[in-house]
C-alpha cells in the first residue's frame, strides 16, 4: 500500500487556536486507489526526515487556504509547502498539487496569480490530452501563463490553466478537487496512481 503524506488546511477557532485540518473525503480517495493518508504538521521543522521515517511514497498539496501573498492568513503552510516542492526537487519525491496546490507550485517557481470569475462552486468543461470533458471548480484564484519548466496539460474555456506537469520533475498539479466528487472520477484514481507508482 502507498503511504501518501498529505498536506492540511488551517483553521482558526473562535478561541484563536490554529489547527491542521483534512477533509474526511481524503482519506475515502486514497483507499480507492490503495493508498493511505499520512497527515503532515504545518509546523514541521523538517520534511526530510518525516518523509524517511513514515515512508512516504508521494505528497499531497491539498486546496484550502489563499497564499499568504494574496491576503491568506496561513504562512505556515505556505512556509512548509515550499519546502515539499524543494524537496522534491533534491530527491524526485512525487508530488500532487490540488487547486491550492497547484496555486503553491506556480507561486514557487516564480508565477503571478490573478482573479478569476466563475470558478468557484460550479462545474466546468477543460481540453487537454486526457477524455476528462468536465471538472469541479472551487478556486478564486488561477494563472493563464506557466514557468517554461512545466507543460499545460488541461485548461478552461477562459484560458486559464486546470493541470501541470514538471517537465523533469515527478511534480504535477490540478485545479480540481478530485476528493470532492460524489463518485471518484476513473481518470483521476489512475492518475494519482500512476504518479505515486512512478509510471508517469
Excluded at 482558526?12 to 487556536?17: K, P
Excluded at 515512508?55 to 509547502?81: C, F, H, K, M, S
Excluded at 470533458?133 to 486559464?160: K, T, W
Aim: aromatic share 12%; proline share 5%; charged share 20%.
Amino acid at each position: 500500500m502507498l503511504n501518501i503524506g498529505m498536506t492540511q488546511r488551517v483553521f482558526e477557532n473562535q478561541y484563536h487556536e490554529r489547527w491542521d485540518v483534512l477533509a474526511q473525503s481524503w482519506t475515502d480517495f486514497l483507499v480507492a486507489f490503495s493508498a493511505r493518508p499520512v497527515p503532515i504538521p504545518n509546523r514541521l521543522g523538517d520534511i526530510s526526515q518525516f518523509t524517511q521515517d513514515f515512508g512516504l511514497d508521494g505528497i499531497i498539496l491539498t486546496g484550502g487556504n489563499d497564499l499568504a501573498v494574496y491576503g491568506g492568513q496561513a504562512p505556515e503552510r505556505d512556509a512548509l509547502e515550499d519546502s515539499i516542492i524543494s524537496y522534491s526537487l533534491e530527491k524526485r519525491l512525487p508530488i500532487i498539487g490540488v487547486c491550492r496546490g497547484l496555486q503553491v507550485i506556480h507561486n514557487y517557481f516564480g508565477g503571478a496569480l490573478e482573479r478569476l470569475a466563475g470558478h468557484a462552486g460550479v462545474s466546468h468543461p477543460v481540453q487537454g490530452k486526457d477524455a476528462r470533458e468536465r471538472v469541479n471548480s472551487y478556486h478564486n484564484f488561477g494563472f493563464r501563463q506557466i514557468h517554461p519548466d512545466l507543460a499545460v496539460l488541461s485548461a478552461a474555456m477562459d484560458g486559464s490553466i486546470e493541470a501541470v506537469a514538471h517537465k523533469r520533475y515527478p511534480i504535477f498539479g490540478v485545479m480540481w478537487h478530485p476528493e470532492r466528487n460524489e463518485q471518484f472520477d476513473p481518470f483521476d484514481i489512475e492518475f494519482f496512481q500512476s504518479v505515486f507508482k512512478g509510471k508517469v
